[in-house]
């Protein structure tokens, strides 16, 4: 291996030592971090539970494949494969995806990237983990006290008139930790507008800071809407006021206009921030400023706007208006055109660049990848025509995990590997880590294309039994998401590992450029020592040299 | 040595009993095909370029190669280019999509109807002669054939997959599809949408036959009662004609004829008469009361099924004269709760018969 293949550089493995003093050893004890104000602290206890719940969203879905591998119901009962897909769901969409990135890595770094402190309101952000926390407990205690079988969607009435599980336990958690989300799309909004250091100019913020702005917009804006609805539901339920009861005067097609209201944008708050840390590995990694850095900045926001107004292609079959849906799909291919400027803008970013390929690229790549198909395979399903034989079939069900999955999970992954050594000070296997991407990339295309033929077959979303000629796909689907689980278990052996025994990873492993990388990792609970000054642009790569050279010069 | 022969049967079988690709039976398939492969096209020049893309740019300026890299802000000439085509190729999609989503959802004036109601978990199809089937459907090919559907309960979808159709069924409300078969055989009907525990149930088969086989399918399986017949039983038994009778003096509006028409409300706001109109009227009389008349019809909210509906709504579309009521009136006469409901033969006139 020559020496010029990675940009790595550690410190010398026998003198380093972590910092004496950190947020992590700043204080001792585990009441420390339950009453922790430290953003940072606060964004270790989100990985931590988001983890947890991760493996066990993962665990239903292993079960839900098990149970297709043969076209028979002989694995389970029709019920409990319905509570199974119900809880992968629920636990994937409201207690993984959505505070994956904004709630780990966006609270760890935001303040750091915008030369602050802390978040604006730090007993909020506390606030925000625990209600996230009452929420996973009661969607386990809807789980253990007998299960849920509405599907993640609730559908009325379904969910308020026909169903005897426990919708209404399930329905409050998401209530509640809705408000987490809320919380921390607030502070983020604050942090960024009123917290940054002199000289950030908007457009000297790091782009993860832009995407995580435009996400924030939509928490803000869209989940309340989310919890008028659930609150709505259990009004139904509970007493039967008739708002989507249609013997009662009701609409049914209300819930579902109310809940994609929020569920569309939901999908840009799952994925814009995992936007974000594509924009920081790839640029890092190609030692290169993004490729039409406003542009990148300014599709986010437009993603988010556009994000509001397309709710109804959810419904093309539902017998809304053939006009009004014929606006819906126009502006659905209006929406899609943001996202494949960015995937062009980082393709570009690559050119001339001095490109390395650490693990966090190989994740990156992966995303780009898969990203590409998800959203290719978006426009079919935002074309009027063909959303009719699409939809409700496993063509969506692919299509979407291209984007969830594909995209944000390996965004996610992307992003941990990049700010481990950040975050932990350490280091961690760098080619059972490269293992690990490649082996998440080959699992997932092998779960997720024979998906893709199966929906254009015809096989219906959420069916425990199917006929028997689409069994040769579903195999090859369960033995993908063997290999998928294989690729979803290293890192966190790895990772544990690293914890202890990983080489001490210094300042700034990767050379990069952004201004949580010029402080010590991990870093102290203030973050800096004095006020930072951002006097260059984001990813300015030769005031980095620049930096280095004085550096050089003044300790030797 | 090798695979075992009985294993290898089994393989071979197995692989060649597997489906990739649907079946092409109706008029739709082929122009919902043909948008299909476009879009794969299109994908895959897109994906295959983004790949070509990355993987160039990784081996032509990967670290060994290019030690330093070259900042560049950006170009505005490659960013217009790669918003616009993007965008062009996607308005044609919108475009080649809503005309292919008008065909698929405008049934042409010909289409012959048949009633669909879904319910937990099971489909029932009513066609006009009075033949019901469960979990199945009997269509003639090269003639359009209409479905107005129903869910009595929860939200189910009406799908199709080797005629390219699919239709969320409902509850409370009239919901349409139309296709056209084109080839004799039977095809998978699934509900697609999450409908409860035995969703995965919830299929049937589609039969396709000649016009000279469905004619005789029909004939078979004919059970004595055209839905209009039974329509007509309802509307004595449930005490409709008492009010509807068609007389001059009558408390309810006259219905001969009514369907197809324009009606006036109270509120003077007019109304097209159709399938959905009469069976919100019938449930929900009040919001639904014509110029003239007095809003004293009661709700019959609960006390009669959708299948009864059918019968009604489809009882009502034939009527063309009240003579039938009035002679069921005479029959169904001790059926009444009001005696003084005036008797047959004081508007002998507006009798056509």
């Known amino acids: 291996m020559s020496s010029t293949a990675t940009i790595v550089s550690l410190p010398d493995q026998a003198t380093a030592r972590l910092p004496k003093r950190s947020y992590l050893n700043n204080e001792q004890g585990l009441l420390s971090w339950l009453l922790t104000g430290d953003h940072k602290r606060i964004a270790i206890l989100y990985l931590i539970s988001i983890t947890f719940f991760f493996f066990i969203g993962g665990a239903f879905a292993g079960l839900i494949r098990l149970e297709l591998l ?64 009452v929420g996973g407990i009661m969607v386990l205690a809807a789980l253990v006290l007998g299960g849920v079988d509405t599907g993640w969607t609730f559908t009325t009435p379904l969910s308020t008139h026909y169903l005897n599980t426990h919708v209404i336990t399930a329905a409050l958690a998401i209530f509640v930790a809705g408000f987490s989300s809320i919380f921390t799309g607030l502070n983020f909004i604050v942090t960024i507008h009123r917290m940054r250091c002199p000289g950030m100019t908007w457009f000297r913020l790091p782009l993860f800071v832009w995407s995580n702005y ?96 397309v709710w109804a292609h959810h419904m093309f079959i539902m017998g809304v208006s053939n006009y009004s849906a014929l606006v819906f799909s126009l502006l659905t291919m209006l929406v899609a055109v943001p996202s494949a400027i960015k995937v062009f803008n980082w393709a570009f970013t690559l050119q001339k660049g001095s490109i390395t390929f650490e693990t966090p690229m190989l994740y990156s790549f992966g995303f780009l990848g898969l990203f590409t198909i998800g959203g290719l395979t978006g426009v079919f399903l935002g074309s009027l025509g063909m959303d009719i034989h699409l939809t409700e079939t496993y063509f969506i069900v692919a299509h979407f995990h291209f984007v969830m999955v594909g995209g944000m999970l390996m965004a996610f992954l992307a992003g941990v590997h990049f700010w481990w050594p950040k975050m932990t000070g350490r280091m961690y296997p760098e080619s059972l880590s490269k293992l690990a991407a490649v082996t998440t990339f080959i699992g997932f295309i092998l779960t997720f294309m024979p998906q893709f033929i199966l929906g254009y077959l015809g096989m219906p979303r959420r069916y425990h039994a199917y006929p028997p000629e ?56 203030e973050n800096f020592i004095e006020t930072p000054i951002m006097d260059h642009e984001a990813y300015d790569y030769e005031w980095l040299e620049q930096k280095k050279k004085n550096e050089v010069t003044t300790v030797g | 040595m090798g695979i075992s022969p009985v294993l290898w049967q089994f393989l071979v079988k197995w692989l060649h009993s597997s489906a990739l690709f649907p079946a092409e039976a109706s008029t739709i398939a082929p122009y919902t095909d043909a948008l299909y492969f476009f879009l794969i096209s299109i994908s895959l020049i897109g994906l295959v370029f983004v790949t070509i893309l990355i993987l160039y740019f990784s081996l032509r300026y990967r670290r060994d190669k290019n030690p330093v890299a070259t900042q560049v802000e950006g170009s505005t000439i490659l960013e217009a280019t790669w918003t616009i085509i993007p965008l062009a190729l996607f308005l044609v999609v919108f475009v080649w999509g809503g005309l292919l989503y008008f ?66 069924v409902i509850p409370g409300r009239y919901s349409t599809v139309w296709f056209q078969a084109t080839d004799p055989g039977t095809y998978h009907i699934f509900c697609t949408q999450y409908c ?158």
């Open chain 1, 70 to 133: 043969t076209p028979q119901p002989d694995l389970v009962a029709a019920d409990t494969y319905n509570k199974f897909f119900t809880m992968h769901g629920i636990i994937m969409v409201f207690l993984f995806l959505v505070p994956s990135v904004p709630a780990t890595i966006g609270n760890f770094l935001i303040p750091i990237m915008v030369g602050a402190k802390d978040l604006a309101f730090p007993k909020i952000n506390l606030l925000s983990w625990y209600l996230y926390v």
């Open chain 1, 214 to 309: 435009a996400a924030s917009l939509l928490m803000v804006l869209g989940t309340p809407v989310l919890a008028i609805t659930l609150v709505l539901v259990l009004l139904e339920r509970v007493f039967g006021i008739g708002v989507f009861d249609p013997t009662k005067g009701g609409d049914p097609l209300l819930f579902q206009h109310l809940f994609w209201f929020y569920s569309h944008p939901a999908v840009y708050i799952m994925i814009l921030p995992g936007m974000g840390v594509i924009s920081e590995t790839i640029s890092t990694f190609s030692r290169k400023r993004v490729f039409g850095y406003t542009a990148v900045a300014f599709s986010s926001v437009a993603i988010a706007l556009f994000g509001f107004f």
């Open chain 1, 470 to 525: 689409y069994q040769v796909l579903n195999v090859l689907s369960t033995a993908g998401a063997t290999v998928l689980g294989v690729g979803y278990m290293l890192p966190l052996l790895y990772l544990g590992w690293s914890l202890k025994y990983g080489a001490i990873a210094g300042d700034n492993p990767w050379q990069a450029t952004g201004l949580e990388w010029q402080i010590q990792s991990p870093p102290l609970t």
């Open chain 2, 103 to 168: 065909r698929i959802y405008d049934p042409p004036p010909n289409a012959m109807n048949i009633y669909v109601v879904g319910k937990q978990w099971m489909w029932k199809a009513e066609h006009p002669g009075g033949q019901h089937e469960i979990n199945a459907l009997h269509v003639p090919i090269g003639q359009p054939v209409q479905l107005t559907m129903i869910s009595q309960d929860v939200f189910h979808s009406f799908s199709i997959p080797d005629f390219r159709v699919k239709r969320e």
């Open chain 2, 196 to 353: 409860g525990t035995l969703h995965s149930g919830m299929i049937g088969e589609v039969t396709a036959m000649t016009p000279a086989d469905y004619k005789k399918w029909l004939d078979q399986s004919n059970s004595g009662m055209s839905l209009a017949q039974n329509g007509e039983r309802l509307f004595a038994s449930m005490g409709c004609n008492a009010c509807h009778s068609g007389n001059a003096a009558a408390r309810g509006p006259n219905l001969a004829g009514v369907y197809g028409s324009k009606l006036t409300l109270t509120d003077g706001s007019q109304v097209l008469v159709n399938d959905a109109y009469l069976r919100d009227a019938i449930l929900n009389p009040s919001q639904h009361v014509t110029a003239g008349f007095a809003p004293i019809m009661p709700t019959y909210q609960g006390q009669i099924s959708e299948d009864g509906l059918i019968d009604l709504v489809e009882y009502i579309k034939q009527l063309q004269s009240n003579y039938r009521i009035q002679q069921t009136f005479v029959t169904a006469g001790s059926n009444q709760a009001s005696p003084t409901t005036p008797a047959v033969g004081t508007n002998q006139d507006s009798v056509k018969p």
